[in-house]
Nanobody
Framework: QVQLVESGGGLVQAGGSLRLSCAAS????????MDWYRQTPGKQRESVAT???????NYADSVKGRFTISRDVAKNTVYLQMNSLKPEDTGTYYC?????????????WGQGTQVTVSS
């Protein structure tokens, strides 16, 4: 079992920055693919940034060049640095840990943290 706790959300003006943190307990994040998802009212939850167990990162087109996902193995924490924030970045951000093993897969979610970007 993996427990994920997000923090760092808040209210920020357009053009500002926030750093989200996702602290994990119960297992090392080293073996998981970690994602940050964003959900806005009326829309499906979408992945905005991913970091694989090997460290390779991937981003949604809407956040490329502005968001950076990183991982601190020693602290068992994943971060999302968000710069040049736009009002359309507003939403609830969820941390996700996923792992595929022989015979199944594991998915864990945090409780979410709210990000609001004012214009």
């Amino acid at each position: 079992q993996v427990q994920l706790v997000e923090s760092g959300g808040g209210l920020v003006q357009a053009g500002g920055s926030l750093r989200l943190s996702c602290a994990a307990s119960g297992s090392s994040l080293r073996v998981y693919t970690m994602d940050w998802y964003r959900q806005t009212p009326g829309k499906q939850r979408e992945s905005v940034a991913t970091i694989g167990s090997g460290g390779i990162t991937n981003y949604a087109d809407s956040v490329k060049g502005r968001f950076t996902i990183s991982r601190d193995v020693a602290k068992n924490t994943v971060y999302l640095q968000m710069n040049s924030l736009k009002p359309e970045d507003t939403g609830t951000y969820y941390c996700h840990a996923g792992r595929v093993v022989i015979g199944g897969k594991y998915d864990y979610w945090g409780q979410g943290t709210q990000v609001t970007v004012s214009s």
